[in-house]
């Protein structure tokens, strides 16, 4: 099949040949022009995606930066706050060992050099402190016969608990809820004793005082006295005097 060209459209061109360049000149400009146009945007983009990827670049960086110190200060917090405690700590520890130091000269004094009117045994202080875990409480009570004279002393020993539950009064045995006998209760002292155990408080009892009771034949010619002192409860404080 061949082409056929419409003769109007032949007798056109015989008569507008001239045109013919000039058509293809304004082709060739319109071509040129869009992609002038096109390598234009082209390159606007490249521009446009080389500062984003430098200002990617540079947030990258800050935030680097920034995690760098961020680490940095967290690290100088660290090391101070265990400083802090590590101080604090031998701070503590120093205080208790002067305690203990203080506590166990003034047992010696007392046994070297009695005080005639203070009796031959006495309740000399009871100690209290978080136990083992949350909600235990670790006793401590340390019983001094101040007689050199005698070899040993028979004693008995009772803490009550006193304090509120639902409203009432209640009073409960400490020795028992440490888990003392009343055998363990019954004690024999050779110049001191120290007493302790670990309790727990029965559920919903608000403790108010402590009662410490000591029966005893330290009385004059073997007979029997009976000690009493009553603290108050104080679930902050690790010694009660």
Do not use: C, H
């Not at 960086?61 to 680490?71: F, G, I, M, V």
């Not at 009550?160 to 019954?186: I, M, P, Y």
């Amino acid at each position: 099949m061949k082409l056929r060209i419409s003769p109007a459209l032949t007798l056109w061109f015989r008569q507008n040949w001239w045109l013919l360049p000039l058509i293809l000149l304004v082709a060739a400009l319109s071509w040129g022009l869009g992609n002038w146009q096109l390598l234009r945007q082209l390159s606007q983009y490249q521009q446009q995606s080389q500062l984003n990827s430098q200002q990617l670049q540079q947030s990258e960086q800050a935030k680097t930066d920034a995690l760098r110190q961020r680490d940095f200060i967290a690290t100088e917090l660290a090391v101070e706050k265990n400083t802090n405690q590590l101080l604090q700590q031998d701070i503590k520890e120093q205080q208790q060992k002067l305690f203990d130091l203080k506590k166990e000269l003034a047992v010696y004094q007392k046994i070297v050099a009695p005080v005639p009117e203070s009796g031959t045994l006495v309740i000399d202080s009871f100690r209290l402190q978080p136990g083992s875990a949350v909600g235990r409480f670790q006793f401590s009570v340390l019983l001094i016969e101040q007689n050199k004279q005698k070899k040993q002393t028979r004693a008995q020993l009772e803490i009550k608990l006193k304090g509120k539950r639902k409203k009432k009064s209640v009073e409960v045995d400490l020795l028992k809820l440490a888990g003392f006998s009343n055998k363990a209760k019954r004690l024999v002292i050779k110049n001191f004793r120290t007493v302790e155990g670990e309790f727990v408080l029965p559920a919903s009892f608000v403790p108010e005082k402590l009662l410490i009771r000591l029966s005893s034949n330290s009385g004059q010619g073997g007979s029997s006295i009976i000690l009493t002192k009553e603290l108050a409860w104080d679930g902050q404080s690790e010694i009660l005097d």
